[in-house]
């Protein structure tokens, strides 16, 4: 068993594994911190992080029922994000389920594994649908069957037909679920991926096998795709370049909340 | 693994789920186990785990909660929450922000809160009293330094946010209690005038220190409709362990939360509350009981031996500690078979017997580290270097843990700030060539401290690091080598090309671009090195931390150097931020280096105490803060009472009581008493704590006395 007891996958784990064994290693089996720059510049590539972070931010505090109006005053500093918010006000939740739930996490075990996926906004309606919705803030809409084959997709719709019964009112029939990518960027495109039965068998038996190897291998050897490596913070250590450019940069390559401080460990030693 | 419960741990976890219960009792007792069970119990039962909060005074102590519901392998559905007073009052102040921020006085209530750390918070006050300290003298005759006395300040402005006062209130309460003469009291009327300063700075340009955040939180968030409805949908069930360590504030929103909850289970730790001097308040915390429908106490250790359990009477009873009468069978108890202990002349004496004393424990007798701790009132910078290397010797590894230790005395940060200095030779903050050459060693790896002198001897010059090609010697150049002297030119090179180009005021990302370009590389010192990735890691977040906050300021203020301000910051010995990551780390199979209170905060037993310079001052006196005041300060605290000197004395007495009954608690074999006749400093030690296991040890049968000295 290559993990502690207490390690649970996340879908940046996953996909990490799946770009690249060695990243996983480093970052979750041997903990290696490594603050190199991810993408240059750097102050670019922050200021977009803080975007998409502010901009969910902007979410929560709307569905906690702050008035959008309210928010919206608040956007002055930043004409790119007052954008994206009208296109929310005006397209964001349309046709979604009313049985709301922002914010999230739900987990399930899977081979002797933890599985965690933490929602942006699940919406749904017992007995209807139940659909998942994450806010991406990328200037780019991907290809269907690019967001098919993300690790977000598999482990967000499994955990939820797996982990979501109590907030459905019974178990959710694969069939009821639809996960909803939402490019609040490019004018409320949204992608929606359905989910079956069959899909979870499949998925299931993915996730099974992905668990199975990580937790038995021998080795986790560097990935060949010298780009995965660009924004990758451990290429000084493997040796492989340096980094990548923002505008190169797929953006679902960092997730935003991978950027957040957690202000609640510092908050509570300041007294 | 989940240890078998007995049977009153199981009627508190298997109570009905509409009850609400208030479990007491001494560390140790199985309290805190209880209430894992009960938490897995309402899991069992289907209750939503999103519905219950776990609220404990410190996220750390949440952590045998969080470890069952990990190792709850049938366990699908929603995650429980874990909040503290300091984290859900920020994120509802944040998520609640443009209902509040107008009528709470924030002068941009459109604009986004910034949140300070405690780095920052030092920054803003040095930035705003600084002038009035200078320009009317204030403070002038208290001979402390100006950080600690500004953090005085701070911990004045948290008192009173926690207790419930208003800040002008805090030079009126000292002076009330604490009659000093004119000049004492013209010192509480500086301090209060510094306090108001910063507060109205605060509101003016919406910065939120604790202080603030928690007023906000408390007066203006808690009483918004839609921040009650969030809280009474979200948290239904609620576990609330070590009460007694938390403050008012927390007490206050515990209260309500029992009213709103539908079960509950509320525990409190007896003859506890040392973080006073963060507000604690157990006897506050004793109110809470009135709104549990059942009270439930656990009176037996289940984990001090028979032995720990009479010296820890004995030494409190010994103290006179008036909560120990309620204990009983002091005299009958034999405090001997616990302790060993050791009498030596200099410090340095005591430090290798204890070195030695573990060689024992863990080299001949099997003992596993992590079973170990070695504590002191203090733990000095060459207190711990001496205890590591003493271990390290005898292949004992051990970790220490100091809350507020600075970034700036690790190597590797150290590294990394004097390199921001060479950088940056516009902000005129030219690094010594000593600590140049520290930098190189730290940089290169297989570099040693000789040859990095030489090489910035004869290569730094006038602030500026020369090329490896100027060594004109070749004697020289065999010395250092060619290998080591190349690598030594890579990173000279990207210094100056870095100074050439358009060098960055975001102190962070020059310190990330260091890292990764140069010092990570293979050939340098941080390459696959865990402790050096670990500490820049610290300084990038304390870095970036305080630059957003400080580019935050420049739409209402012209701004400054935020490199250089940070950089001087670090220059005034502003503490670091501190990271639950520390404690994460604590399962490794180390011996554990730690002052007694912080031990005491990790909330877990040990066989093995060591409790170094018995003699010290430290085990009983609080430390010197002529600006506060843990008890006048506080919520008990009557108004027109004086503060004495006997109460000074008996609360000195009491404090210490406590803290040796809390660590016996925490004892399960053996407790090894370190004593040198004169301090690490070379002072004669005649303590408290000495002058009560002098009093034991008198009191004890000369038969019972096996081998060793005396202390």
């Given amino acids: 068993m290559n993990l502690p007891d207490d390690f649970a996958f996340t879908q940046g784990s996953l996909q990490d594994a799946a770009d690249c064994p060695r990243r996983f290693e480093l970052r979750y089996i041997k903990r290696l911190r490594y603050p190199a720059v991810e993408a240059a510049p750097a102050l670019q590539f922050e200021r977009r992080t803080r975007q998409g972070a502010r901009f969910h931010k902007l979410v929560q505090q709307h569905l906690l029922g702050l008035p959008a109006e309210t928010l919206a005053r608040s956007l ?5 994000l007052a954008d994206w918010w009208e296109t929310f006000r005006k397209t964001g939740l349309a046709g979604l389920p009313e049985g709301r739930q922002a914010e999230i996490a739900l987990q399930t075990h899977l081979g002797g594994r933890r599985l965690i996926a933490k929602y942006d906004l699940l919406a749904l309606d017992a007995g209807g649908e139940a659909v998942i919705v994450d806010w991406k803030t990328w200037r780019r809409v991907p290809a269907q069957h690019y967001l098919e084959s993300r690790l977000q997709t598999i482990l967000y719709r499994y955990v939820l037909a797996k982990a979501g ?107 | 693994m989940q240890i078998p419960l007995t049977p009153e741990q199981s009627a508190i976890a298997a109570a009905a789920p509409n009850k609400k219960i208030w479990l007491e009792g001494i560390a140790g007792s199985g309290k805190t186990s209880a209430g894992v069970g009960r938490l897995l119990h309402l899991l069992e039962l289907g209750i939503p785990a999103e519905s219950i909060l776990i609220y404990v005074p410190q996220r750390s102590l949440a952590q045998p909660y969080l470890q069952a519901l990990q190792q709850h392998s049938g366990y699908s559905g929603g995650q429980v929450a874990v909040q503290t007073i300091g984290g859900l009052s920020l994120q509802m102040v944040e998520a609640f922000w443009f209902l509040i921020a107008e009528r709470a006085g924030f002068g941009h209530p459109y604009d986004l809160p910034n949140f300070l750390s405690l780095e920052s918070v030092q920054y803003f006050m040095t930035k705003v009293i600084e002038p009035l300290v200078n320009q009317r003298d204030y403070f002038n005759s208290v001979r402390i330094d100006r950080a600690r006395l500004y953090s005085q300040i701070v911990d004045n402005m948290n008192k009173a946010a926690v207790v419930g006062f208003p800040i002008d209130e805090i030079a009126p309460r000292l002076k009330g209690a604490l009659p000093g003469g004119v000049e004492q ?131 409190a009873g010994q103290l006179g500690a008036a909560f120990v009468a309620g204990l009983g069978g002091i005299a009958e108890d034999d405090p001997q078979p616990v302790l060993i202990r050791e009498a030596h002349r200099y410090h340095p004496q005591m430090i290798d017997w204890a070195a030695g004393r573990i060689d024992e424990l863990v080299n001949r007798q099997g003992v596993s580290p992590r079973e170990i701790v070695v504590m002191a009132p203090f733990m000095s910078d060459a207190l711990r270097f001496a205890l590591v290397e003493g271990l390290t010797a005898r292949d004992i590894r051990a970790r220490s843990h100091r809350p507020s230790r600075a970034l700036r005395d690790e190597p590797a940060a150290r590294a990394l700030l ?59 150049q065999d010395r250092i080598t060619y290998d080591l002297g190349a690598r030594y030119d890579h990173l000279q090179t990207w210094l100056n090309k870095y100074i050439e180009g358009a060098p960055t005021e975001a102190l962070d990302i020059f310190f990330r671009q260091l890292f990764g370009e140069v010092l990570s590389r293979p050939g340098f010192g941080f390459y696959d090195n865990s402790d050096a990735g670990n500490v820049s890691m610290n300084l990038v977040d304390s870095a970036r ?74 085990w009983a006196r609080r430390l010197y803060q002529p600006l506060t005041h843990p008890h006048v300060l506080s919520l008990g605290w009557l108004a027109g009472r004086i503060w004495t000197d006997d109460d000074e004395a008996t609360m000195n007495r009491q404090t210490l009581g406590r803290l040796i009954l809390a660590l016996a608690r925490r004892c399960r074999k053996e407790i090894y008493l370190g004593y040198s006749e004169l301090s690490e400093s070379g002072y004669e030690q005649r303590g408290l704590l000495l002058e009560a296991i002098h009093g034991l040890m008198r009191r004890s049968v000369a038969d019972n006395i096996n081998g060793e000295a005396h202390v």
Avoid at chain 2, 276 to 304: H, I, T, Y
Avoid at chain 2, 559 to 569: F, I, K
Avoid at chain 2, 587 to 616: E, H, K, M
């Fill in chain 2, 185 to 315: 009291g013209h010192i509480y009327d500086d301090a209060q005038t510094c306090a108001s300063a910063f507060r109205t700075y605060c509101l003016a340009n919406n910065l939120l220190d604790f202080s603030l955040q928690l007023e906000v939180f408390l007066d203006q968030v808690w009483n918004l409709p839609q921040a009650r409805a969030q809280v009474r949908m979200q948290y239904r069930h609620l576990i609330a362990d070590n009460i007694e360590e938390d403050n008012p504030a927390s007490h206050r929103i515990l209260a309500d939360l029992l009213r709103l909850c539908q079960s509950a289970l509320v525990i409190y730790d007896s003859d506890a509350g040392f973080r006073r001097f963060l507000g604690a308040d157990p006897e506050n915390a004793r109110r809470l009981q009135g709104f549990c429908d059942r009270q439930e106490q656990f009176a037996d250790s289940k984990v001090m031996s028979d032995d720990a359990r009479a010296l820890g009477r004995a030494l």
């Fill in chain 2, 545 to 618: 931390n305080f630059r957003w906050s400080l580019e935050f300021m420049r739409r209402y203020e012209e701004g400054t150097d935020l490199g250089r301000d940070y950089l001087e910051m670090v220059d005034r010995g502003v503490i670091a931020d501190f990271y639950l990551r520390d404690w994460i780390a604590d399962n490794d199979d180390c011996v554990l280096i730690a002052p007694a209170y912080t031990f005491l905060l990790s909330n877990r037993a040990v066989d093995y105490q060591f409790w170094l310079n018995v003699g010290s001052e430290g």
């Fill in chain 1, 165 to 271: 019964a109590h907030l459905y009112g019974g178990p959710i029939p694969p069939q009821k679920i639809r996960m909803v990518y939402c490019f609040v960027a490019t004018g409320g495109e949204r992608v929606s991926i359905d989910y079956s039965a069959a899909q979870l068998r499949a998925d299931e038996d993915y996730l099974l096998n992905m668990i199975a190897e990580i937790d038995d291998a021998e080795q986790f050897p560097l990935t060949e795709d010298e780009a995965r490596c660009r924004f990758c913070t451990y290429r000084s250590l493997c040796e492989r370049g340096d980094a990548g450019l923002v505008d190169l940069l797929d953006e679902d390559e960092f997730e935003e909340e991978d950027f957040v401080l957690d202000f609640d460990q510092i908050a509570e030693i300041e007294f």
């Fill in chain 1, 76 to 80: 002055h500093d930043d004409p790119e």
């Fill in chain 2, 418 to 476: 004097t390199f921001a200095r060479l950088a940056h030779p516009g902000w005129h903050m030219t690094p010594a060539e000593f600590d140049v050459a520290f930098a190189v060693m730290t940089a290169i790896d297989g570099l040693d401290l000789i040859r990095a002198k030489l090489l910035t001897e004869m290569l730094y010059r006038g602030g500026r690091m020369l090329p490896f090609s100027d060594v004109k010697s070749e004697a020289m």
